[in-house]
């Protein structure tokens, strides 16, 4: 059983669909990436899954499942957000208050999400949890301020936080797009690395493909709020059979492609019936005005040959 189970999840707002049917089973020690453009539809999952969607946005699902705990409402995603899945904020700068040390933030974690009453033991583990995200002096940094922290420090310290009340499941959203090449190179390991040694089940949400390739194990490539293609990632990034999968990979600057693929995502009002990447589709006939089903990970009516 994965530790998360998620079928059929639609978010909308009071006249618009952002995001339907998505589905997937996510286990321990595992990544998962969920790729595509921006207003895909990627970021509003994730935060569905954690129930922090903004006022005027709501979530419904046919069936999900964290941690063996069925969920059904956003009151009890709520109940396990930060002690069984918890979301890494995408601006760490942001996240922190700039009054606060570090250790200080962290502490709260441990003490009202985590439960730890004793000082010595929040002391402890905070100390333990700075040292496994790669300060190698948590002495130090626990007591200074964000403001006095690099860029990628942050992210770390924001990373600590999060931690703290060792979920099993962890949601980030595009963590290295602040980051410069070294730094992304170091999170995407570190990450990679968390996954392994807690066992946590990763779901890793991203623009950035050589990203998603560096780390993840399956793939979830979304379009226009729907799943055009998943898989496991090797499979699926090695010979895509969605038309957009393969535009995006085909079009991937870290390869050296400069080829951007033609057009961009319909606007919510402007989606074509059917298949929604039509406009943009050179393989797209009449049978494509019906919305394909999601067949063994595809939905497509012409998909690209198996390579
Ligand atoms: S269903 Fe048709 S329009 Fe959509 S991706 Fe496949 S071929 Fe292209």
Same mark, same amino acid.
């Given at each position: $059983?994965?530790?998360?189970?998620?079928?059929?999840?639609?978010?909308?707002?009071?006249?618009?669909?952002?995001?339907?049917?998505?589905?997937?089973?996510?286990?321990?020690?595992?990544?998962?990436?969920?790729?595509?453009?921006?207003?895909?539809?990627? #970021?509003?999952?994730?935060?569905?899954?954690?129930?922090?969607?903004?006022?005027?946005?709501?979530?419904?699902?046919?069936?999900?499942?964290?941690?063996?705990?069925?969920?059904? #409402?956003?009151?009890?995603?709520? &109940?396990?957000?930060?002690?069984?899945?918890?979301?890494?904020?995408?601006?760490?700068?942001?996240?922190?208050?700039?009054? $606060?040390?570090?250790?200080?933030?962290?502490?709260?974690?441990?003490?009202?999400?985590?439960?730890?009453?004793?000082?010595?033991?929040?002391?402890?583990?905070?100390?333990?949890?700075?040292?496994?995200?790669?300060?190698?002096?948590?002495?130090?940094?626990?007591?200074?301020?964000?403001?006095?922290?690099?860029?990628? $420090?942050?992210?770390?310290?924001? %990373?600590?936080?999060?931690?703290?009340?060792?979920?099993?499941?962890?949601?980030?959203?595009?963590?290295?797009?602040?980051?410069?090449?070294?730094?992304? #190179?170091?999170?995407?390991?570190?990450?990679?690395?968390?996954?392994?040694?807690?066992?946590?089940? %990763?779901?890793?949400?991203?623009?950035?493909?050589?990203?998603?390739?560096?780390?993840?194990?399956?793939?979830?490539?979304?379009?226009?709020?729907?799943?055009?293609? &998943?898989? &496991? %990632?090797?499979?699926?990034?090695?010979?895509?059979?969605?038309?957009?999968?393969?535009?995006?990979?085909?079009?991937?600057?870290?390869?050296?492609?400069?080829? &951007?693929?033609?057009?961009?995502?319909?606007? %919510?009002?402007?989606?074509?019936?059917?298949?929604?990447?039509?406009?943009?589709?050179?393989?797209?006939?009449?049978?494509?005005?019906?919305?394909?089903?999601? #067949?063994?990970?595809?939905?497509?009516?012409?998909?690209?040959?198996?390579?």
């Amino acid at each position: $059983m994965g530790l998360v189970e998620l079928e059929a999840l639609e978010v909308r707002t009071s006249d618009a669909v952002l995001v339907e049917g998505l589905s997937f089973t996510l286990e321990a020690h595992r990544i998962l990436a969920v790729v595509g453009e921006s207003g895909s539809g990627k #970021t509003v999952s994730a935060l569905a899954l954690c129930g922090l969607l903004p006022p005027g946005v709501a979530a419904r699902w046919r069936a999900l499942t964290i941690a063996g705990t069925p969920v059904a #409402t956003s009151a009890d995603l709520a &109940a396990l957000r930060g002690r069984v899945i918890a979301a890494m904020p995408q601006d760490a700068s942001a996240a922190l208050d700039p009054l $606060m040390r570090i250790g200080a933030l962290i502490d709260e974690v441990l003490e009202h999400v985590a439960g730890l009453e004793s000082a010595a033991e929040r002391t402890s583990r905070r100390r333990s949890l700075l040292s496994e995200v790669g300060f190698s002096e948590p002495f130090a940094v626990e007591r200074l301020f964000p403001h006095q922290l690099s860029g990628g $420090m942050r992210q770390r310290a924001v %990373l600590a936080a999060t931690l703290a009340a060792n979920p099993s499941v962890l949601l980030v959203d595009e963590p290295t797009t602040a980051l410069d090449a070294a730094l992304r #190179t170091n999170v995407l390991a570190l990450f990679k690395e968390l996954a392994q040694r807690r066992g946590l089940a %990763l779901l890793f949400i991203t623009h950035d493909l050589a990203a998603a390739e560096a780390i993840a194990d399956d793939v979830i490539v979304v379009y226009a709020g729907r799943v055009a293609e &998943a898989g &496991a %990632l090797t499979k699926v990034f090695g010979a895509p059979r969605h038309p957009y999968t393969a535009g995006l990979l085909a079009a991937r600057l870290d390869r050296g492609n400069s080829r &951007a693929m033609a057009g961009s995502i319909p606007a %919510l009002g402007d989606r074509p019936v059917g298949c929604r990447f039509q406009p943009r589709c050179a393989r797209a006939s009449p049978a494509c005005a019906q919305q394909p089903p999601l #067949t063994v990970g595809i939905a497509c009516h012409h998909p690209l040959e198996p390579s």
